[in-house]
């Protein structure tokens, strides 16, 4: 019991700290954004792209585009890369597709931009995507003899044409605003344009508690949870049941507690974004600049969605919420598992590994990416728990390119769909790819550093 | 008697096209006998790119998205 303790103590301290802090800002918007693009985004107006009279200098950003636009997580990834294969697309785009969707797509991107830093996130995307198209042409010089039998399948599965509409771009790009708005460190938002001073007395003992409950040590890379990120907490719980009222039965249109769950899910957002400092005998309250730009972003966002039919609004919901239920509780429990392994797992271990940029650290990073499988997206928090052990971000890198392609479970799946000679040649790239990858981000921090 | 397929893999939204489709047969008062396809081998040999799909009487009525009752309520009844 004695042992249990500190370990439980730990995961619920990493859960209420990632829920205060991390989510808000960027996972509700993403999942906004994602629900958006699945149900907005007609399918052809990309997929068009992908048959194999297309060029290639188009057919391959078209593959990658569709990775970051269409899918979310390995549910959608592998069954619309089968889809697209057997539908007589090249091998070489529908691997592109394959490789960049499950790190290239927004809620990835937005989750690792917001925990690991926009650098990592910006790494992650150019690397992914150079990689992915590289491993595609690759695969398809390879094995182009198979690829030309599969030739006489019909084509005209790329031919559909489809628009996206105005009021579908305007939702997409308001949303993209609420989530930079939300998560963009930069002066601009931080500066508090107005300071209300509150007489609440309570708020400092509160803070007090909250740090007993949730001791943590900045150190070690922990975090607290805030007298703000308590009510965050608080206001989220709700969000959850009165969504599950008005989310679940969506598609047959909009009750009541659907627009109590979009209500409160702004004021959350909007919450977040002011700044909240208890103090002695009083609460500070600062309006920021990233208040006024939430809330015009998000008043853009109902702006357009005015313009959306009926049967479109409905089936956004309905994805977003979807993605909210199939992905949330794998992450709450991925957080807590991550909160508990940190307080077993000793720094020095990590270091001997992988805490210098070499060739050993990168190849055991990818090597620990394969044989551990993470839910979608639960790797961002278990990178962060890494670079907090110190590790060396170039095999940080390397883990972050290959947990996603290459658990076993994926490549059971591929191996069935192209089978296991064209999978294990895949696989092989990916290792070779995410190992080079780590060294050359590693190897830029490096010397980034030695120059500062 | 109709024929309604279901084609997905078991996620969320082939499970919830389910319901819809046998919340509207009910509602409609159409007997019809629910196969689910789940492999993808059968599914892709639908015309489709997206799932879930549903497909009544071989013929596929709609793909990639979760329609209303009332929807396929008019599918059901149309080929009667």
Known sequence: ?452 | MKTVKILGSGCANCRKLESVARAAALGAGVQADFIKVTHHNDILAYDIVATPALVIDEKVVCSGRIPTQAEVAQWLGAGA
């Open chain 1, 1 to 452: 019991m004695n042992f249990m303790l500190p370990l439980l103590q730990g995961g619920a301290g990493n859960l209420a700290a990632y829920l205060a802090a991390h989510v808000l800002l960027c996972l509700l918007p993403a999942f906004f954004i994602a629900g958006a693009m699945t149900a907005l985004i007609p399918k052809p107006a990309i997929t068009r792209w992908l048959g194999r009279k297309t060029p290639r200098h188009i057919s391959y950003p078209a593959a990658a585009a569709a990775g970051s636009l269409l899918a979310v997580c390995s549910c959608t990834i592998v069954p619309l890369f089968a889809g697209i294969h057997r539908k007589g697309a090249g091998l070489g785009p529908a691997i592109t597709f394959l490789f960049f969707a499950p790190a290239g797509n927004v809620l990835a991107l937005a989750y690792t931009g917001s925990i690991l830093g926009a650098e990592f996130a910006l790494a992650r995307l150019t690397l992914c995507l150079l990689f992915g198209i590289g491993i595609g042409l690759l695969m398809a010089v390879i094995f182009r003899s198979d690829d030309a039998r599969h030739d006489h399948e019909t084509d005209g599965m790329f031919a559909a044409e489809a628009e996206i509409g105005t009021a579908a771009v305007g939702v997409l790009f308001a949303l993209l605003g609420v989530l930079l708005a939300g998560t963009l460190q930069i002066a601009l938002l931080k500066e508090s344009v107005l300071t209300l001073t509150l007489p609440i007395s309570g708020a400092q003992a509160w803070q007090t508690q909250l740090l007993q409950w949730v001791p943590f040590d900045a150190a070690n890379g922990e975090e607290g949870v805030s007298v703000q990120g308590s009510i965050l907490i608080a206001l989220l719980l709700l969000l959850g049941a009165v969504a599950w009222k008005g989310m679940e039965n969506i598609t047959e249109g909009a009750n009541r507690w659907t627009w109590v769950a979009l209500v409160l899910a702004a004021a959350t957002l909007l919450f977040a974004t002011f700044s909240v400092v208890p103090a002695d005998g009083r609460l500070d309250v600062s309006i920021t600049g990233r208040v006024l730009a939430e809330g015009v972003a998000l008043a853009a966002v109902v702006w357009f969605a005015r313009g959306l039919a009926a049967s479109a609004w409905q089936s956004w919901m309905w994805e977003s919420w979807r993605f909210v239920k199939q992905i949330f509780p794998l992450l709450l429990a991925g957080v807590f598992v991550v909160g508990m392994a940190r307080q077993v797992i000793e720094p020095v271990w990590i270091e001997s590994l992988a805490g210098s940029n070499d060739l050993k650290g990168n190849a055991i990073a990818v090597l620990f990416g394969v044989f551990m499988y993470f839910p979608t997206l639960v790797e961002v928090p278990v990178a962060r728990m890494f670079l907090d052990l110190g590790m060396h971000p170039g095999p940080l890198l390397a883990y972050l390119m290959a947990d996603p392609e290459l658990s076993l479970q994926s490549m059971v799946i591929i191996a069935a769909v192209i089978g296991w000679r064209k999978a294990m040649t895949y696989v092989g790239w990916v290792a070779l790819f995410s190992t080079t990858a780590g060294l050359l981000y590693g190897g830029w921090v490096d010397a980034f550093r030695s120059t500062m």
